[in-house]
């Protein structure tokens, strides 16, 4: 399936519920998104599942800009069928397209390409060095 994204205004964080069932403790949040669909605004309700994606979802305040990656799931129950939008990504709109910034190591670099690495030696014996012996 196609890989689903809306980006919009943050519009309301609705309660977070909680609950046990046969398989545990549950946590579930609603949210509703306002996006620009034509000439008119759309509301469009997502929900995240499980205490982590909740806590994803607090860092962002109503009215923030945000690009959301979500599943459309069905079911039927008594002959009515219900849809919900389900979220398993939350960003803003620059940070889902920016590369993540790699922080500069005081560690020595050891990313040798394969077949660059120095030859094994038994520890406490000292390296074999050629110098500039070149063998071409």
């Known amino acids: 399936m196609a890989n689903l994204e809306l980006q919009g ?13 046969a ?16 000439n008119f605004p759309s509301t469009a309700c997502f929900n995240v599942w499980g205490m982590d994606k909740v806590n994803d ?3 962002f305040a109503e009215g923030d800009e945000i690009k959301v990656s979500f599943n459309i799931n069905s079911r039927e129950f008594n002959g009515k069928y219900y849809t919900d939008l389900r979220a398993w990504k939350i960003a803003y709109p620059n940070e889902a397209q920016a590369a993540p910034v790699q922080q500069p190591s005081s560690e020595p670099a050891n990313d040798v390409p ?11 014996e000292p390296a074999e060095d050629f110098g500039d012996d070149l063998p071409f």
């Open 9 to 21: 205004r943050l519009l309301k964080k609705l309660p977070v519920q909680n609950g046990r069932s």
């Open 23 to 38: 398989r545990g403790e549950w946590s579930k949040q609603e949210f509703l998104v306002e996006y620009q669909e034509g």
């Open 57 to 59: 979802l607090a860092k």
């Open 114 to 124: 394969a077949g660059f690495a120095p030859a094994y030696t038994p520890a406490g």
